[in-house]
Protein backbone atom coordinates (compact mmCIF):
# COMPACT_ATOMS: atom_id res chain seq x y z
CA UNK A 1 0.00 0.00 0.00
CA UNK A 2 1.50 3.50 -0.91
CA UNK A 3 1.41 5.98 1.91
CA UNK A 4 -0.58 9.18 0.77
CA UNK A 5 1.24 13.01 1.45
CA UNK A 6 -0.69 16.37 0.76
CA UNK A 7 1.03 19.32 -0.64
CA UNK A 8 -0.40 22.76 1.25
CA UNK A 9 -2.35 23.34 -2.13
CA UNK A 10 -4.05 20.13 -1.80
CA UNK A 11 -4.73 20.57 1.64
CA UNK A 12 -6.37 23.88 1.51
CA UNK A 13 -7.99 22.88 -1.60
CA UNK A 14 -9.63 20.19 -0.14
CA UNK A 15 -10.50 21.99 3.46
CA UNK A 16 -12.76 24.54 1.19
CA UNK A 17 -14.56 21.64 0.19
CA UNK A 18 -18.29 21.01 1.95
CA UNK A 19 -18.04 18.07 4.47
CA UNK A 20 -19.60 15.70 2.59
CA UNK A 21 -17.21 16.25 -0.03
CA UNK A 22 -14.00 16.32 1.98
CA UNK A 23 -15.26 12.55 3.13
CA UNK A 24 -15.67 11.32 -0.26
CA UNK A 25 -12.44 12.67 -1.96
CA UNK A 26 -10.24 11.31 1.44
CA UNK A 27 -11.99 8.12 0.98
CA UNK A 28 -11.30 7.91 -2.78
CA UNK A 29 -7.52 9.04 -1.85
CA UNK A 30 -7.44 5.96 0.39
CA UNK A 31 -8.48 3.49 -2.38
CA UNK A 32 -6.30 5.03 -4.62
CA UNK A 33 -3.06 4.11 -2.06
CA UNK A 34 -4.57 0.81 -2.22
CA UNK A 35 -4.40 0.20 -5.72
CA UNK A 36 -3.51 3.44 -7.93
CA UNK A 37 -3.05 2.19 -11.22
CA UNK A 38 -6.46 1.23 -10.99
CA UNK A 39 -7.98 4.47 -10.81
CA UNK A 40 -5.88 6.77 -12.44
CA UNK A 41 -5.21 8.52 -15.86
CA UNK A 42 -1.98 10.22 -17.29
CA UNK A 43 -2.45 13.96 -17.90
CA UNK A 44 -1.35 14.84 -21.19
CA UNK A 45 2.31 17.33 -21.82
CA UNK A 46 5.51 16.78 -20.90
CA UNK A 47 7.05 17.00 -17.52
CA UNK A 48 9.96 15.99 -15.60
CA UNK A 49 7.16 14.24 -12.90
CA UNK A 50 4.30 12.55 -14.77
CA UNK A 51 0.70 14.04 -12.86
CA UNK A 52 -2.12 12.04 -12.96
CA UNK A 53 -5.83 12.73 -11.95
CA UNK A 54 -8.35 10.66 -10.53
CA UNK A 55 -12.22 11.64 -10.70
CA UNK A 56 -14.23 10.94 -7.48
CA UNK A 57 -18.18 12.19 -8.98
CA UNK A 58 -17.59 15.81 -10.30
CA UNK A 59 -14.59 16.46 -8.03
CA UNK A 60 -10.93 15.85 -9.68
CA UNK A 61 -7.62 15.15 -7.79
CA UNK A 62 -4.46 15.53 -8.94
CA UNK A 63 -1.08 13.94 -8.02
CA UNK A 64 2.24 12.23 -8.45
CA UNK A 65 2.99 8.66 -7.84
CA UNK A 66 6.24 7.67 -6.51
CA UNK A 67 6.67 4.10 -7.30
CA UNK A 68 10.26 3.61 -5.40
CA UNK A 69 9.35 4.78 -2.31
CA UNK A 70 5.67 4.14 -2.64
CA UNK A 71 4.48 7.15 -2.31
CA UNK A 72 1.48 9.04 -3.42
CA UNK A 73 1.57 13.36 -3.49
CA UNK A 74 -1.99 14.66 -3.75
CA UNK A 75 -1.17 18.31 -5.64
CA UNK A 76 -4.42 20.02 -6.07
CA UNK A 77 -8.55 18.71 -5.72
CA UNK A 78 -11.58 20.87 -7.07
CA UNK A 79 -14.46 20.54 -9.08
CA UNK A 80 -13.87 19.61 -12.78
CA UNK A 81 -14.48 21.51 -15.81
CA UNK A 82 -17.96 19.61 -15.87
CA UNK A 83 -19.04 20.22 -12.52
CA UNK A 84 -18.78 24.05 -13.09
CA UNK A 85 -21.43 25.82 -13.94
CA UNK A 86 -21.68 26.53 -17.96
CA UNK A 87 -19.91 29.87 -19.34
CA UNK A 88 -21.69 31.99 -22.08
CA UNK A 89 -19.83 31.27 -24.69
CA UNK A 90 -18.70 34.65 -26.10
CA UNK A 91 -21.12 36.41 -28.93
CA UNK A 92 -19.92 36.26 -32.35
CA UNK A 93 -20.87 38.13 -35.47
CA UNK A 94 -21.71 36.86 -38.46
CA UNK A 95 -17.99 37.40 -40.12
CA UNK A 96 -16.71 35.06 -37.23
CA UNK A 97 -15.02 37.51 -35.60
CA UNK A 98 -16.06 38.47 -31.37
CA UNK A 99 -18.93 41.17 -31.17
CA UNK A 100 -17.63 44.89 -30.74
CA UNK A 101 -14.54 43.60 -32.74
CA UNK A 102 -15.20 46.34 -35.19
Do not use: W
Request: proline residues 5%; hydrophobic residues 35%; contains cysteine.
Amino acid sequence: MYSVQYTERAARSIKKLPRDVQIRILDSIDELAKNPSAHMKRLKGERDVPIFSHRTGEYRVLFTLNNAQLVILVLNAGRTQSGRSQRSKPKVCDCGKPAGYL
